[in-house]
Each structure stands twice: as C-alpha cells, then as structure tokens.
C-alpha cells in the first residue's frame, strides 16, 4: 500500500498496514473502524504511534525517519536504527524478558517496530520523578535488568566466537555512536551550533568548562573509551525518558543507541538521571521543604542501583562464569581455580567499572545543562533563575563527577557528595 515516504504513516494509512497483517491485526481487539491512532512521541527523534482498539488494548509503532526528529530535516540520521533498536529489544527481552517489551513486527521498508503496549498506568519514569513520586521497586528492577544485560552479552557469558559475532553486527550502529560521540563528548566542551543554555544565568559557568583543561581531559580519555571498550551490549540511551514504570512494573525501552561499549556507560547513564532529577527537585517545589523525602529516596536509589547492580552481578560472575574467557584475559591465569584470585580479579574489576559509571554519569549530566538536549526535569522548572540555581549545581557535580571519578571511594561517598552541593 503507499505510504508518504520519509513523511512517515498517516493514522489512516497506519491502520490500514495493520489490518493488511493478519498476525497484527489479531493484537488489537475490536473492528479497525473502532481503533484510534495516536502520535504521542515525545523523545528527541522518532515518531511514535499508539494504536487502541477496546478494552484499552492496542500496541505500539514506533518510526524511525530518515532525520533527528526534534531537529528536523537539517539533521540527516540513518533510518536504520530502528533495524538495531529491534534487535536490542529482541536480545534485551530474551535476556531480561521481566523488563524490557515484547517486539511483535519489524519492517525494513518503512522503518517500524511494532511492539508491546505498555498501557496505562504505565508512565515514562522522568514524568513521574518530576511530579514527585516514590517507586520503591525502582533500584532493584533496574539493577537487575543492568546485571542481566551487561553481563549476559559480555565475555562472561558468551564463547569468544559469539561474542564476536554479536560485536560485529552492532558495530554497525555506527551513526548513532557517533551521534552520541558528538553531543556528549564533544559538542559540550567547545562552541557548537546547537549547543544551549540558560543565559545569561549560566553563561560565566558555561565559558569556564569551556577552558577547562581537566574537564577536556577526562572526556576525551572517556571519549576514547567510549569507542573502543566493548564490554557488553549497551541500551546507549538509559535516561529515565527509556524507562516505564507503575508501582510494580519497569520496563526499558528505545535502545536505538544500542552497540557493544563500557558497562559504566548504561550504569551512568541511569544514575545521573536520577541525580538530575535530585538537583532539580527544588525548582518543583511549593513549598520549602516539601521534596525532602522525594530527595532522600532518590539519593537512596543511587546508591541502591550501584549496590544492588554490583552484588548481582558477582552473583553471576559467582555462579554462572565457569567456561568465560574473561578472567584469563585480565590475569592471564585460570583464576577461576582460586577463590583469592578471584576475589581480586573482581575488586579490579569492579573499580574500574565503578570509576567508569561516575565519569560517565558526570558527563551526561553536563550534557543535559550545556549541550543540544536537555532534560524536561530542568526545562519544566518556569522560573529561569530558580531552574540555573539547580542547574549550577547539578554542573558542578557532573564536572566533580567527571574530573574526579577516580577519587571517591565509595558510592556512599558519592551520594554524600550530590547531598551536601544542595
Ligand atoms: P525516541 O526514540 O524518539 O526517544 P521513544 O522510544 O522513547 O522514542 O518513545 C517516545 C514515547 O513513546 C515514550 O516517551 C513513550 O511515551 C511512548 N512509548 C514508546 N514505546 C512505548 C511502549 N512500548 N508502550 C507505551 N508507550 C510507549
Ligand atoms: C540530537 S541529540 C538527541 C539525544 O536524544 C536521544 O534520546 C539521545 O539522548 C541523544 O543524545
Ligand atoms: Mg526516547
Ligand atoms: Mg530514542
Ligand atoms: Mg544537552
């Protein structure tokens, strides 16, 4: 059937692809005249529809077009994202099948996923975190769905050969690594065309990242990691924009970003949202004082998420890892035949990883501030000065994050660190 090409589906045309797909069709309860369609993207570069028939039942089609959507055209991007998202989904659901959605459909031609419907009560987490709500199970579904991921993809788990392949087919996902490489490791720290601010409020903490010669120094040597440590299969876009959640559930979605890098990348990510979503608590409140609790528990969900993530993981390193290449490839030794040996291989390791999730974190978080894309936490705060007071400080805890990565020991000291800058 036509479709309007790189304008993407209309609601009609959309339906009438899904009626057109029997195995689709048959998702969606009801007679098509009944369904509704509708757009509701609201992420920096797809489009999304919902399509519901009765019973509030439907799913999901989400479109990639040949162009960042929340640019425009100027702005090329490779549509074939949305092939690498599918795949993530695919090998993300058959890792972590309690966290991420169910892929049902993709076609090449025109770009779209067909998926799983998180319906109602499921909202994006940042929507939740602005409006102040407590989700108790948060740290312990996210630190499972990281374990699980970043550690069933990497070397622990698959032969060397696997491992291989899976490498080399991500690394295809070229574009969108170097979409990344360019507005979080690069763009930032110099004076690019789409760059943006809070001016004049921030303009004097903006030029001084800009001469600052540690901060250059640490995302580059960050940057080049980056690039050439492929540990795992990465979400590449954890924000809490790619999580859903309701008191019980969290699901991950939109890892177009996905391609095998640093397991701190994903770890970072998600943490430094939530140390967004902290620095800007202030500028959503009525009255002083009221997000106190709201900040103490997203404090406690950093620290949680790193705890909880560290401890299942060596739970499988523990339990499941008796055949990785991994350990040899540290120590050059069969560490695996002595617990002592082990025991330092996974302290070095775990180190490095930690070190990673902080610079990182660090570094997203000064994206958000001074980059292209900022964070809806911030950009909702009306009050242009109350949002640059939040938005100083949670700067000043990127760069702190980013430049001194290497001197926290702890993430109880990290957290200290975020709480007393308030
Ligand atoms: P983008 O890549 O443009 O950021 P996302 O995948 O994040 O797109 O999707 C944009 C929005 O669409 C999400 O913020 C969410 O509101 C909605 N959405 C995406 N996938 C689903 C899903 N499986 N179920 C329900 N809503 C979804
Ligand atoms: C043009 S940069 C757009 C950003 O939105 C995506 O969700 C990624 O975070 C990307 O960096
Ligand atoms: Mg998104
Ligand atoms: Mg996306
Ligand atoms: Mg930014």
Not at 29 to 38: L, Q
């Given at each position: 059937m036509p479709l309007s090409g790189a304008k993407g589906f209309t609601e009609e045309e959309l339906k009438r692809y899904i009626q057109g797909d029997p195995d689709l069709k048959a998702k969606i309860p009801g007679d098509a005249s009944t369904w509704s369609v509708k757009e509701v993207g609201d992420g920096n570069i797809n489009f999304v529809f919902i399509v519901e028939g009765g019973e509030g039942r439907g799913m999901v089609v989400k479109q990639a077009l040949p162009y960042v959507r929340c640019i425009g055209e100027s702005w090329p991007l490779t549509a074939d994202r949305a092939m690498f998202e599918t795949t993530a989904l695919v090998d993300g659901h058959e890792m972590c099948p309690d966290h991420v959605p169910q892929v049902y459909k993709f076609d090449k031609k025109v770009s779209a996923i067909f998926m799983e419907y998180l319906a109602p009560p499921n909202i994006i987490l940042r929507y939740g975190l602005i409006d102040g709500v407590v989700y108790l199970h948060l740290a312990d579904c996210m630190s499972t769905f990281l374990a699980a991921t970043l550690f069933k993809s990497s070397l622990f788990a698959l032969p060397s050969a696997e491992y291989r392949k899976k490498l080399a087919f991500y690394a295809d996902n070229s574009p969108m690594c170097e979409l990344t490489e360019q507005v979080i490791f690069t763009d930032p720290y110099g004076d690019a065309f789409h760059n943006r601010h809070n001016s004049p409020y921030l303009d004097a903490d903006v030029a001084d990242l800009r001469r600052d010669a540690a901060a250059k120094d640490a995302i580059s040597e960050l940057k080049a990691k980056f690039c050439t440590q492929a540990q795992a299969l990465l979400h590449g876009d954890l924000h809490t924009g790619s999580v859903m959640v309701t008191q019980d559930t969290v699901s991950v979605i939109d890892p177009e970003f996905a391609f095998y890098g640093p397991m701190g990348f994903d770890i970072g990510a998600f943490i430094s949202n939530l140390f967004l979503a902290f620095f800007a608590s202030d500028g959503h409140e009525t009255g002083q004082g009221e997000r106190e609790e709201h900040r103490a528990w997203l404090i406690a969900c950093c620290r949680d998420v790193w705890n909880l993530f560290q401890n299942k993981f060596l739970k499988m390193w523990n339990e499941k890892c008796d055949s990785s290449a991994y350990p040899e490839l540290l120590f050059g030794a069969k560490v695996q035949d002595s617990d002592g040996a082990r025991r330092i291989c996974q302290e070095t390791f775990m180190r490095q990883v930690f070190e990673d999730t902080l610079g990182f974190a660090g570094a997203k978080m000064i994206r958000r501030i001074v980059g292209v894309a900022h964070v809806q936490d911030m950009d909702?705060?009306?009050?242009a000065k109350v949002r640059a007071d939040c938005e100083k400080r949670a700067l000043k805890f990127g760069k702190r994050l980013l430049i001194g990565r290497a001197t926290f020991e702890s993430i109880e000291e990290v957290v200290s660190a975020a709480s007393e800058l308030r």
């Amino acid at each position: 059937m036509p479709l309007s090409g790189a304008k993407g589906f209309t609601e009609e045309e959309l339906k009438r692809y899904i009626q057109g797909d029997p195995d689709l069709k048959a998702k969606i309860p009801g007679d098509a005249s009944t369904w509704s369609v509708k757009e509701v993207g609201d992420g920096n570069i797809n489009f999304v529809f919902i399509v519901e028939g009765g019973e509030g039942r439907g799913m999901v089609v989400k479109q990639a077009l040949p162009y960042v959507r929340c640019i425009g055209e100027s702005w090329p991007l490779t549509a074939d994202r949305a092939m690498f998202e599918t795949t993530a989904l695919v090998d993300g659901h058959e890792m972590c099948p309690d966290h991420v959605p169910q892929v049902y459909k993709f076609d090449k031609k025109v770009s779209a996923i067909f998926m799983e419907y998180l319906a109602p009560p499921n909202i994006i987490l940042r929507y939740g975190l602005i409006d102040g709500v407590v989700y108790l199970h948060l740290a312990d579904c996210m630190s499972t769905f990281l374990a699980a991921t970043l550690f069933k993809s990497s070397l622990f788990a698959l032969p060397s050969a696997e491992y291989r392949k899976k490498l080399a087919f991500y690394a295809d996902n070229s574009p969108m690594c170097e979409l990344t490489e360019q507005v979080i490791f690069t763009d930032p720290y110099g004076d690019a065309f789409h760059n943006r601010h809070n001016s004049p409020y921030l303009d004097a903490d903006v030029a001084d990242l800009r001469r600052d010669a540690a901060a250059k120094d640490a995302i580059s040597e960050l940057k080049a990691k980056f690039c050439t440590q492929a540990q795992a299969l990465l979400h590449g876009d954890l924000h809490t924009g790619s999580v859903m959640v309701t008191q019980d559930t969290v699901s991950v979605i939109d890892p177009e970003f996905a391609f095998y890098g640093p397991m701190g990348f994903d770890i970072g990510a998600f943490i430094s949202n939530l140390f967004l979503a902290f620095f800007a608590s202030d500028g959503h409140e009525t009255g002083q004082g009221e997000r106190e609790e709201h900040r103490a528990w997203l404090i406690a969900c950093c620290r949680d998420v790193w705890n909880l993530f560290q401890n299942k993981f060596l739970k499988m390193w523990n339990e499941k890892c008796d055949s990785s290449a991994y350990p040899e490839l540290l120590f050059g030794a069969k560490v695996q035949d002595s617990d002592g040996a082990r025991r330092i291989c996974q302290e070095t390791f775990m180190r490095q990883v930690f070190e990673d999730t902080l610079g990182f974190a660090g570094a997203k978080m000064i994206r958000r501030i001074v980059g292209v894309a900022h964070v809806q936490d911030m950009d909702r705060i009306e009050d242009a000065k109350v949002r640059a007071d939040c938005e100083k400080r949670a700067l000043k805890f990127g760069k702190r994050l980013l430049i001194g990565r290497a001197t926290f020991e702890s993430i109880e000291e990290v957290v200290s660190a975020a709480s007393e800058l308030r």
